[in-house]
């Protein structure tokens, strides 16, 4: 039966990369959410090539980093035993963008990602946040009247923007101002650099179209124009306003080289109980800039714990997170419990590292570094525990394992000072660098004992197992002759400064069991692995610098320099030592061995970046090409032949110019499955599985890759998911689930819709509901003889539409003979009206009935709405009067009018009786329709016959009638002689200079009832 074999890289996310050319395809940016991790001022933050941007109410902010300052500390910060406090300052520079005369738009993200950022930065856990959404598109609403901004990023990792204008916006209300910039200036190309001191960025010359109606774009000319530092943008020939205009600019750093403000060291990888992989790094992130212009400071937060969790095949990733403090933090192991919660432990130079309340050590204790000890939630979100672990000096952490109990057993070296428990096997410092060996309770709230370990020069320990599960096996490497050793050992006496060591504690830490110095009698020996089988044999992974011979039987090269040497749990004398590939894994600090351990079958597996060629190729891995910077192998169990070996990636090389490791702390599980992690430089191309979250780097700098190996046809279950229905369409929706997995026995189908799951190799599912379901396949290996059946899972996204919805009213009422605009809603729909017009809105100046076609791409609806006219009513604008002392006015207009006369009365008709105007308000549909009737009451005249003018006050005028403007009165004497007239009469006559006698009178108002009034009138005097 063929071998298949089955690789997945994941590439490191935490803090992407620039962009490049070809051969490298980075993948798109995110911009990750403020839940309290920075100032309230950020709404979002996305990393750039060469820098970040933060995304705030008024504006956006790039902070851009020096590539070289970045460059500097990938090398300056790869020591594994050193300080991790001493970093180099990093120049960068600010630049803001205003949203000039912005109306401060709110800021959405937009296609949310299933991954999540957690941040564990410091120990105010005001500032700690949980499950931080990702999105990969945000969009500012209403950013300027009818404007929306959309920020997104392009293949290139480069952030991108589009500017949305709708009809009838105005495009020239755009302005964004340009602060703490070196120089803005327009290029002759239509570009726009912006000059900083640490480089400089380019924005392309802008490109606008505007869609037609049979879907394509139409280019508009447009440009760019500078007026100081406000840029604008210009429309040479003029756009329709009519259709949407979009501007559509590129943010380029192609000027930048190096890191998008994040050079990673790949520290360490590991996985929990199903298979999941886990990838440490330490990130280069960068705080918020507070003020414009450029700055030059030490970084903060430079070298936090960079944490990520991907599924089973590295085609998602599950969580990421950072944890640290202000100074840099590695993380140098970490492994899981079986609930799948992460343990971590970390070399840490910030003296606010984040601790829990009650943990063992919550101080700093080092002049310059300390030891820390965290465990973090299965999903990221929690820091469960976390203390620190330490004295004075510097320490270095090797590695840790964790009990059935729950307990933490860790090792490592201590200069000085390293807290030890009462009646510890050795609480006295014995040389330079002594080895310590301790154990902590699972919540970090006790160190339940500890205990030094070593002779009078250095001692470092490397590796840590646990013997029946209580006892910790540790060893190393020691340059003291006089290295404690037990009765009876293999190895009595250490024979050249530089030999390997293995010994035993008791499981409380007070007695040294056995012991034994390891190696050749001539040079260095380093044992960097220890593996324990059920008997709790020890099995050692090391290298030598002198002749180590194999012993018969077993694996030999002649000249090889790794080796594995098997020792009974006694350690009293070997059972082989094998001399294996990679035989020797060249020089630098960068390369060495790098995981081992023994699976279930009793397979001895070992790996290690090397520089060594012609190493065996046995049943290579697929996309091995017989050199690479990895090579992994799987002996038999006595180590006399190689089952298994294959080298992976782009090729190692001298210090950290090839691919390399920053931690030798990689894991095998139990099931011979390797996890790995390395560091990347830029002009490496680490191959990817096609299916693997990120299948390149987004950095010229340093990136991290996690790599699953999967080495076994026996342990393999291939799987292929597809879905048989792949466009999208409405509910119900019937999917035809078609599953071309190989080597499974059983089957289970989860639809994610609440539905009971199936268990045929292939299905069909109806979904009754719109949404997007998450339909996951669970697969079941046949068990194996030494391993138990494995699992494997699988999914799908299952996207079901909705209907558009229908957004049109049933009818709509022209109120003038200005257009009425009718919106079919649904954005980003497609749109085909009655009129063959495919916009979203159009206007309408003619009753009728209006449909329109919304289709989503894949539904489609119908609705339609009927346009009415113009509020009909029989009431004619005209002037009445009236000499019955009263008018009746009434309107009569459409069923469902409302009324409200200028009287404050709200009925259909009201009586008045004074002369005025009167105007109604006729509301129907949302629209009014103003009347005014103008009113005249006549005047009912009744002149006196005879005047008293005697000056008694009484009867002394002829007043015919009250005053009413425009009366005209002429007064005769018996003989027909005009004795008075008056155009504008005002009841004023008194006969004056007029003897008694009989008058006559002509009265003349075209508001009496009676136009002319004329009489006899008598004058007594």
């Not at 994040?262 to 440490?280: C, E, H, I, P």
């Not at 497609?830 to 979203?840: L, Q």
Request: hydrophobic fraction near 35%; charged fraction near 15%.
């Amino acid at each position: 039966m063929s071998r298949i074999c089955y690789l997945l890289c994941i590439w490191f996310v935490l803090l992407p990369a620039v962009g490049r050319a070809s051969p490298h395809q980075p993948r798109q940016l995110s911009f990750v959410a403020n839940k309290s991790q920075w100032p309230t001022a950020v709404l979002f933050r996305a990393e750039l090539p060469g820098g970040e941007v933060y995304l705030t109410r008024s504006g956006l902010v790039y902070d851009w980093h020096s590539p070289a300052d970045l460059a500097r500390l990938h090398p300056a910060g790869a020591s594994l035993k050193g300080s991790v406090s001493k970093a180099a300052p990093v120049r960068s520079h600010a630049v803001y963008v205003d949203f000039v005369g912005a109306a401060g738009g709110k800021a959405v993200g937009r296609q949310q990602a299933r991954a999540y950022h957690n941040y564990f930065l410091g120990p105010d856990q005001s500032k700690w946040a949980a499950r931080v959404p990702l999105f990969a598109e945000v969009q500012y609403q209403s950013l300027y009247p009818g404007i929306n901004l959309h920020l997104y990023g392009t293949d290139g990792g480069r952030l991108k923007y589009d500017l949305e204008v709708t009809p009838g916006a105005r495009a020239t209300a755009i302005a964004l101002r340009y602060r703490g910039a070196d120089a803005v200036r327009l290029l002759p190309n239509g570009a726009l650099l912006v000059q900083t001191s640490v480089g400089a960025i380019t924005e392309q010359q802008p490109y606008a179209y505007q869609p037609t109606p049979d879907g394509q774009r139409q280019a508009v000319p447009c440009r760019y124009t500078l007026r100081g530092n406000i840029l604008s943008y210009e429309f040479p020939q003029g756009y329709d306003q009519r259709r949407m205009l979009i501007i559509d600019p590129v943010v380029a750093a192609a000027t930048y080289s190096g890191a998008t403000g994040s050079f990673l060291y790949g520290q360490t990888a590991g996985y929990d109980a199903v298979g999941n992989v886990l990838v440490a790094a330490r990130t280069t992130g960068f705080g918020y800039p507070v003020t414009p212009g450029a700055y030059q400071t030490s970084p903060r937060q430079l070298g936090d714990v960079g944490l990520s969790k991907f599924n089973r095949t590295g085609s998602a990733l599950l969580f990421a997170t950072y944890l640290g403090g202000s100074n840099l933090d590695d993380a140098r192991s970490l492994r899981t419990t079986t609930n799948g919660d992460i343990y971590l432990f970390v070399k840490t130079g910030s003296t606010n590292f984040p601790t829990t309340p009650g943990c063992y050590d919550a101080s700093f204790n080092g002049l310059l570094d300390d030891l820390a000890v965290c465990r973090l939630s299965s999903n990221g979100s929690q820091l469960l525990a976390s203390t620190y672990l330490g004295g004075p000096g510097e320490e270095n952490p090797a590695d840790f394992v964790l009990s059935t109990t729950g307990s933490v057993f860790l090792t490592g070296s201590t200069a000085a000072g390293f807290p030890t428990t009462t009646g510890a096997y050795d609480r006295t410092a014995n040389g330079f660098q002594d080895g310590f060996v301790a154990q902590l309770n699972g919540t970090l709230t006790t160190l339940v004992w500890s205990t030094l370990l070593g002779g009078s020069l250095d001692d470092e320990p490397a590796a840590i197992q646990l013997s029946g599960g209580t006892e910790p096996v540790v060893a190393g490497a020691t340059a003291s002759t006089n290295f404690p050793t037990t009765s009876g050992a293999f190895v009595p006496t250490v024979r050249f400064s530089g030999d390997g060591f293995i010994s035993r504690l008791n499981a409380t830490g007070t007695v040294l069991v056995a012991s034994t110095a390891f190696g050749s009698a001539n040079a260095a020996d380093d044992i960097r692995f220890l593996a324990l089988d059920g008997a709790s044999n020890v099995y050692a992974y090391g290298t030598t610098e002198g002749a180590l011979t194999a012993t018969p039987g077993a694996l030999t090269n002649g000249v090889g320099k790794v080796f594995i040497s098997k020792l009974p749990p006694d350690l009293r004398n070997q059972t082989f030592t094998a001399l294996v590939p990679p035989y020797q894994v060249g020089s630098g600090l960068f390369n060495g061995l790098t995981a081992f351990g023994l699976d279930d079958c009793g397979k001895i597996r070992g790996a290690a970046v090397t520089t060594t060629t012609g190493l065996p190729q046995v049943n290579a891995l697929a996309g091995s090409t017989g050199t690479g910077a990895l090579y992994t192998f799987a002996l038999d169990a006595n180590a006399t032949q190689v089952e298994f070996g294959s080298y992976y990636g782009p090729p190692a090389g001298i210090g950290q110019e090839g691919v390399h490791v920053h931690s030798f702390t990689q894991r095998f599980d139990a099931q011979g499955r390797l996890y790995h992690a390395f560091c990347v430089p830029d002009d490496k191309v680490f191959p990817t599985t096609p299916l693997a979250y990120a299948r390149t780097a987004r950095n010229s700098g340093f990136d991290v890759v996690g790599l699953k190996v999967v080495p076994d046809a026996a342990n393999v279950l291939v799987q292929a998911l597809s879905v048989g229905t792949t466009v999208e369409r409405c509910a119900p929706l019937l999917v035809q689930l078609d599953n071309n997995s190989t080597g499974a026995v059983s089957y289970r189908w989860d639809f994610g819709d609440g539905s009971a799951p199936a268990t045929t190799s292939s299905t069909t599912h109806t979904f009754t509901q719109p949404g997007s379901y998450r339909v996951r396949l669970t697969i079941t290996g046949a068990a194996q003889a030494c391993a138990p059946a494995v699992q494997d899972t699988a999914s799908v996204i299952v996207r079901v539409n909705a209907l558009p919805v229908s957004t049109l009213p049933a009818s709509l009422r022209l109120c003038t003979a200005a257009p009425v605009t009718l919106d079919a809603g649904n954005p980003g729909s497609a749109y085909r009206w009655s009129t063959g017009a495919i916009t979203r809105t159009i206007s309408v100046t003619s009753p009728g009935i209006y449909r329109v076609e919304i289709s989503n791409g894949a539904c489609t609806t119908t609705s339609q709405t009927q346009v009415l006219g113009p509020i009909s009513t029989d009431a004619a604008q005209q002037d009445t009067t009236s000499c019955a002392g009263s008018v009746e006015l009434m309107l009569t207009a459409e069923p469902g009018s409302r009324f409200l006369w200028s009287t404050g009365e709200t009925t259909s008709s009201i009586t008045v009786t004074q002369s005025g105007s009167y105007s109604a308000e006729v509301s129907l549909d949302g629209c009014t329709q103003r009347l005014v009737r103008n009113v005249t009451i006549g005047s009912q005249t009744a002149p006196p016959n005879i005047i008293t003018p005697n000056g008694d006050g009484m009867n002394d005028r002829f007043a015919p009638a009250p005053v009413e403007a425009g009366t005209r009165l002429r007064i005769f004497n018996r003989w027909g002689r005009l004795v008075y007239s008056s155009a504008a009469y005002g009841n004023d006559w008194a006969a004056a200079d007029q003897p008694a006698g009989v008058y006559y009178y002509l009265l003349e108002n075209e508001r009496f009832c009676f136009r002319r009034v004329k009489g006899w009138l008598e004058v007594v005097k």
